[in-house]
């Protein structure tokens, strides 16, 4: 029975100034009293407003039961229920295809530790059933499935071998099991955390494995088909002590993976490591979150590849001491962080509620530590606005001329790099309204300011030498293909090794990260193109990108077109083929500062506007890095290539021999050119792409 309901209204002080408003402003805050401890751990949508589910107790020794309640958009609860008789433990809830819900729970050290509740839309209880025959059986997440049924995923102990492995079960309308899928290694214990339905069909599952028995643990991601059968599995064995424990899919479609790091026996997370996986889980990028001191039991919600972290912080004596609400941006780097105090309410979960408004629920301890109530509070982000805000007043004063400020002066000003001073006035609104911490070191992008009454903000326009001239990340896409589809286009034996020549030679000897690298074995058509938009989407205009090709060319001489030949290609239907022409848009399309195409493939010297030397060999480094670059080196002109490449032979041994720092490509491809005629019936070639925007600059290959 519902006791008692407090409703508080907690004002802030908002002056005229949007310089002196809170980031994080509490609407309002309400609880509700229907045991002795009630605790809340998540929020989902519901017809009349949010469910809120989690355990009840009363402390008669009876133990704790399943707590499920609607409350409106202001609050109100509008019914509440409590499900099962025993000691549970809330695991996780979810909407069902019809009126109601589905609650999952689970109970330490007991067979059929694992239980299912579903209740219909006030409440009451339909049906339960168990999961699990043993007492290492757990279950962590549940999801509807797309036929109305039900997905769930853990760890299931296998008989014999004394480990688990991870764990997906699907289970009909009335919980019954359909099939069972289990995923791992024998004698090596695996878990399956987290769980997100693949709009593309099935299922993708992350949790945790072991690269050896006598090693720590490592993330662990797996893609099924609508049955259950492995598509594919990725063992993160570099990644030691991290435990894969969410996973969405972006807005472009890509698998973010959020994984936990945390030292060897410490229970306190230390970071947050964000991986970024392609359908083929393929790894295309890598971030890095600063985990919080005495960050313990993380909960995540994403809202427009906005991901928030909700934890808890535990003190030096692992006592509770508050909550944090984190945010971070689409590039994974902290907004704001919201530190709320021991007595403050105990956040567990939020959900989006519009105009960038949020309700959080958890609950809040009042008098003994042992009681505790529910709690809501809705709060709205003020975030973006005050950052704006600020960020177009500073750049106004930026764009103003100075007081005894030549005209020179003002003009080299004013072409600075516009992107960093943004960046910079960012990071200087979020720490001026307290949403993050003073970085401890000025940013070596920001000078110091002059002494003086009006502080002045001085940013660099670049640096003086070529030590530190380039900029911009280093990506590569690797493309090779040994294998077709179609009998009638006959397969090759080296592209595939040559790629992974090259690909050594990049991440090893030069500025090329393996999380920006893609290599691409035997792709299909669409397979290319994927990959063509993820780099369109993902390079900005400061990187550098290297496009490799290995595979059937062929040149049309009716129609003058050249095309690429792709995995799925059919000798007879130009449907799968790849045009120069569409490689010539994309490289044009995708927004970086340098590309070099490097294509060993029957008639590449197609894709030249011109196929001769322009002299920029000899013009200062600096100079080829300013100037924006799409150049092309091919392994020959309008004949077919031999399989076994000499070309891509000495590209690769003169990429390692080289001992410049800087190596412009015109250069590179000069050291090895006489070598490639005299061995080989090709002549190699070196220029513009057709109009894709060179404007005499180069790529630059830096060594580490």
Avoid at 103 to 128: C, K, M, P, T
Avoid at 319 to 341: C, Q
Avoid at 367 to 383: A, C, K, M, P, Q
Avoid at 518 to 541: G, M, Q, S, V
């Amino acid at each position: 029975m519902m006791r008692k309901t407090g409703l508080f209204f907690l004002f802030i002080s908002i002056s005229f100034s949007p310089f002196s408003q809170t980031f994080f402003e509490i609407e309002w805050e309400r609880t509700h009293d229907i045991s002795l401890s009630d605790k809340i751990y998540s929020i989902i949508q519901s017809p009349n407003g949010y469910l809120i589910s989690g355990i009840t107790d009363p402390m008669t020794g009876e133990g704790s039961k399943i707590l499920v309640s609607e409350v409106s958009e202001q609050g109100d609860l509008i019914w509440k229920q409590s499900v099962g008789e025993g000691n549970y433990l809330f695991k996780d809830a979810s909407i069902t295809s019809g009126d109601g819900y589905i609650l999952l729970a689970g109970s330490e050290g007991e067979s059929n530790n694992i239980q299912l509740f579903r209740v219909d839309h006030a409440g009451q209880l339909e049906w339960s059933s168990y999961l699990g025959t043993d007492e290492k059986d757990v279950a962590y997440r549940i999801l509807r499935s797309a036929d109305g049924g039900y997905v769930v995923c853990g760890a299931k102990e296998i008989q014999g071998d004394h480990d688990t492995d991870g764990w997906l079960v699907k289970l009909n309308k009335k919980g019954k099991m359909d099939w069972q899928g289990l995923y791992g290694e024998r004698y090596i214990n695996e878990e399956l955390r987290t769980i997100t339905a693949n709009p593309l069909g099935g299922y993708l599952l992350g949790g945790l494995t072991h690269a050896d028995l006598r090693k720590p643990v490592v993330p662990f991601v797996i893609k099924v088909d609508d049955r259950g059968k492995t598509i594919w599995e990725k063992t993160f064995s570099e990644m030691e002590n991290m435990i894969a424990q969410h996973i969405y899919l972006d807005s472009d479609g890509f698998i973010i993976v959020i994984a936990e790091a945390f030292s060897d026996g410490s229970k306190f997370t230390d970071e947050f490591r964000v991986l970024k996986l392609n359908q083929a889980g393929l790894l295309i990028a890598e971030y890095s979150i600063p985990g919080y001191e005495g960050c313990f039991f993380p909960h995540y919600y994403v809202e427009d590849d906005h991901l928030f972290l909700i934890f808890d912080i535990l003190d030096n004596q692992e006592e509770y001491s508050g909550s944090a609400v984190m945010k971070t941006d689409r590039n994974f780097k902290p907004v704001w962080i919201k530190h709320l105090s021991k007595s403050d309410p105990h956040i567990k979960s939020i959900i989006s509620t519009g105009d960038n408004s949020y309700m959080a629920v958890g609950w809040k301890t009042s008098g003994e530590s042992y009681r505790s109530d529910i709690n809501l509070i809705v709060f709205t982000d003020h975030s973006d606005r005050l950052v704006n805000e600020y960020v177009n007043e500073e750049q106004g004063k930026w764009n103003v001329q100075r007081e005894n400020e030549s005209e020179t002066d003002y003009e080299s000003r004013m072409r600075m790099d516009q992107d960093e001073m943004i960046e910079e006035l960012t990071l200087e609104a979020r720490v001026h309204f307290g949403m993050l911490e003073a970085p401890a070191k000025p940013s070596s992008a920001r000078q110091e300011r002059p002494a003086g009454d009006t502080p002045q903000l001085v940013f660099r326009s670049g640096k003086s030498n070529e030590e530190s001239i380039l900029m911009g990340t280093y990506y590569g896409l690797l493309i090779a293909v040994n294998d077709y589809d179609d009998q009638n286009i006959t397969d090759l034996d080296q592209p595939v090794r040559d790629a992974e020549k090259l690909y050594d030679v990049l991440i090893n000897e030069y500025l090329f990260e393996k999380v920006n690298v893609t290599l691409l074995k035997n792709p299909t058509r669409e397979e290319i193109i994927n990959a063509l938009d993820r780099l369109e989407a993902t390079i900005t205009k400061e990187d550098n990108l290297l496009i490799f090709y290995a595979g059937h060319g062929y040149w049309d001489e009716k129609t003058q077109k050249g095309y690429w030949l792709p995995s799925d290609a059919n000798q007879f239907s130009t449907a799968n083929w790849i045009r120069n022409t569409s490689i010539s848009g994309y490289i044009k399309g995708i927004n970086s500062k340098h590309t070099l195409l490097i294509a060993d493939a029957c008639f590449s010297g197609s894709i030249f506007k011109t196929r001769s030397a322009f002299g920029s060999a000899n013009m200062a480094i600096s100079r080829l890095n300013q100037l924006p670059s799409r150049k092309a080196m091919t392994s020959g002109t309008l004949k077919e290539v031999p399989d076994q490449s000499v070309f891509v032979e000495y590209l690769i041994k003169r990429l390692y021999e080289n001992e410049d720092q800087y190596l412009p490509s015109e250069q590179l491809f000069f050291s090895f050119k006489p070598a490639v005629l005299n061995n080989s019936d090709n002549i190699p070639q070196f220029g513009e792409i057709k109009d894709a925007g060179d404007e005499g600059g180069d790529f630059i290959f830096m060594r580490k």
